[in-house]
């Protein structure tokens, strides 16, 4: 492939996470999407394509809404879904097209108004159970079986995954969870674009809310309002482009999307290790580097338990290390590899489709050393992840412009 | 407690086999790679192949995860403990109960075994029976004591 077929990123934009009552989604997506547009200096005349999520209202057609809000010129509009993955998947789809050939300059964006939705995959209210005991549903249930055979709650399934980890490791306890959190938080206090910007102290994090042991209320992603959005093009088309926007196109060096392989028990308790690592496997390949290389990550800590088994899946560390590799320091923002320096999910927020294009644009923001308090200083290469339960995994690297 | 000796019963799942003896659990098995379901498949997720048998599960295992659940949908009540338990090779969701639901008395690793239980009656009179994984060091296995903690 020759470097005109390299795709970049030229412009990409978050809005502050957090709650937003008096904007609706169209008016978040607009300001990401107009803010993108700004930040690689071109306008909605130049986008060829459009991919477009926004998961909790996924009929609606968030990109023909948004056209008709900044700009109807026609071009294709895919809307994707694709639980939490969904950001990553439009930004995904809208490099698919311009790799393609297709098209010569995409817009991703993602956006999403959860600001006091509560709590995730417990469906809400449970089921009434009926009058008289009818089987239904493929498992033949007479009842609702939330509750009464595990738990459908994402506090609860994440939870499972971080203590499996322990089981088969060794050396997780409840503090070292809530360690986890208490970096995220600290990182969050540099992000004036986080939901939340407050420390918390260790006892102050054990102390809260129990949701679902091990994870407490400040160790779950937090529920807000948020849009992001990245305009990308091919090598061809930025030599075309002006010398500063050269210099501040962001290389993408892998865009990877996965989905998890049968194994035993997927379809019991979600694996979301297989198809994390299979993701981060093709991703190095494709970028022709290793995760020692990395001078920041970005990971899907939606719990604290989730971030600690993603140091492992994404080769940050030996395999079955990564409680070594956190009581190291590693992961914190004067580590060596830091994570999560945005705060994360649990203090930046997760406004759920908007994750996967803000995370990237994270490490973007660093990457151009535009960063300011929270820079990691001299940062060349980073990597963004996400996953959607379900499962898919979107894994991007990313790179900063030689120019 | 069941109105009488001799109302109706259900399983609040179909995997779950009340009227063979001992309660059991039952899987769909691919008789090409052997993968197990509990609910029914056009094609093995494994191996694609489509042909099944059903199978009893072991009802002895051991708890590969849990969490305790403290805050749930409006309606369930909590705390409760949620887990999975290897049953000889098999991966179960499930409820760990008859134990109190904290740290201090659920561990991965500890040796369960099914158990079953009444959730209620209907206005037939049929009592519904769930199942769930008890410490399998705890000596009352009587199925109707089972959900009173």
């Given at each position: 492939?020759?470097?005109s077929?390299?795709?970049?990123i ?7 996470f957090?709650?937003?009552?008096d904007?609706?989604?169209v ?5 990401a999407v107009?803010?993108?547009?700004a ?26 809404q ?8 026609g ?7 694709n ?17 393609s ?12 108004k959860l600001s ?36 459908n ?11 499996e980890y322990g ?10 969870f809530?360690?986890i ?11 004036p ?7 918390f102290?260790?006892e ?10 091990p994870?407490?209320r ?11 959005a ?11 482009l ?8 962001i ?13 035993e ?10 198809l ?11 970028a ?10 970005e ?5 604290a338990t989730?971030e ?10 030996d ?12 992961p914190?923002?004067d580590?060596?590899?830091?994570v999560n ?12 489709s908007?994750?996967?294009i803000?995370?990237?644009?994270e490490?973007?923001?660093h990457?151009?050393g535009?960063?300011g308090?929270?820079?990691?200083e ?8 996400v996953?959607?339960l379900?499962?898919a ?5 990313l ?5 | 407690?069941?109105q ?6 259900v399983?609040?799942?179909?995997y ?5 003896g001992d309660?059991?659990l039952?899987?769909?098995?691919c ?8 609910d029914?498949?056009?094609a ?20 590969r995860t ?7 949908a ?21 409820n760990?109960v008859n ?41 009352t ?9």
């Amino acid at each position: 492939m020759s470097t005109s077929d390299d795709i970049w990123i030229l412009g990409i934009r978050m809005t502050k996470f957090g709650k937003h009552p008096d904007r609706d989604v169209v008016d978040l997506a607009s300001e990401a999407v107009l803010g993108a547009l700004a930040d690689g200096g071109v306008t909605m005349k130049d986008i060829g394509v459009i991919a477009a999520g926004n998961l909790m209202n996924a009929t609606a057609g968030i990109g023909q809404q948004l056209q008709k809000q900044v700009g109807q010129t026609g071009v294709p509009v895919y809307n994707v879904a694709n639980a939490c993955a969904t950001g990553a998947t439009a930004l995904r789809t809208a490099i698919m097209a311009v790799k393609s050939g297709e098209v010569d300059m995409g817009l991703a964006v993602g956006v999403e108004k959860l600001s006091g939705a509560g709590l995730l995959g417990g469906g809400g209210v449970a089921k009434a159970d009926g009058d008289t005991w009818e089987p239904s549903g493929r498992f033949g249930a007479v009842a609702s079986t939330d509750g009464r055979i595990g738990t459908n709650t994402m506090p609860g399934v994440f939870a499972q995954i971080g203590m499996e980890y322990g089981h088969r490791y060794g050396g997780t306890t409840f503090e070292l969870f809530a360690r986890i959190s208490e970096k995220n938080h600290a990182h969050s206090t540099l992000n004036p674009l986080a939901a939340y910007q407050k420390q918390f102290t260790l006892e102050e994090i054990m102390g809260d809310m129990m949701i679902s042991y091990p994870n407490t209320r400040p160790m779950c992603s937090a529920n807000c309002d948020g849009a992001a959005a990245a305009v990308v093009t091919n090598g061809a088309t930025l030599a075309r482009l002006s010398g500063e926007q050269q210099r501040r196109a962001i290389k993408v060096s892998a865009s990877v999307l996965t989905t998890d392989p049968y194994e035993e028990a997927c379809q019991v308790l979600p694996n979301v290790n297989t198809l994390t690592r299979n993701a981060a496997r093709i991703a190095y390949e494709q970028a022709g580097i290793g995760p020692t290389d990395l001078d920041l990550v970005e990971l899907h800590d939606c719990f604290a338990t989730a971030e600690l088994v993603h140091y492992d899946n994404l080769m940050l560390c030996d395999e079955g290390g990564a409680v070594d590799f956190f009581e190291s320091g590693a992961p914190w923002r004067d580590g060596t590899t830091p994570v999560n320096v945005s705060g994360g999910l649990q203090s930046k927020g997760h406004p759920i489709s908007a994750t996967g294009i803000a995370n990237v644009w994270e490490v973007c923001h660093h990457l151009r050393g535009e960063a300011g308090d929270r820079q990691i200083e001299g940062a060349r290469v980073g990597l963004a992840h996400v996953i959607g339960l379900g499962s898919a995994c979107g894994v991007h690297v990313l790179e900063r412009s030689a120019a | 407690m069941s109105q009488t000796a001799t109302s109706a019963r259900v399983p609040l799942v179909e995997y779950l086999v009340i009227d063979d003896g001992d309660p059991y659990l039952v899987a769909n098995e691919c008789t090409s790679c052997g993968a197990r379901f509990f609910d029914r498949r056009n094609a093995c997720a494994s191996c694609s192949g489509t042909e099944f048998t059903r199978v009893r599960v072991a009802s002895e295992g051991e708890l590969r995860t849990f969490t305790i659940v403290s805050f749930a949908a409006p309606g369930i009540p909590v705390p409760f403990v949620a887990g999975v338990v290897d049953c000889d090779g098999t991966s179960v969701r499930g409820n760990v109960v008859n134990t109190d639901p904290d740290p201090d008395h659920v561990r991965v690793g500890m040796p369960v075994r099914l158990t079953t239980f009444p959730i209620g009656t209907d206005r037939d009179g049929t009592e519904a029976i769930a199942f769930g994984f008890e410490p399998a060091d705890h000596h009352t296995s009587t199925s109707t004591d089972a959900g009173s903690e």
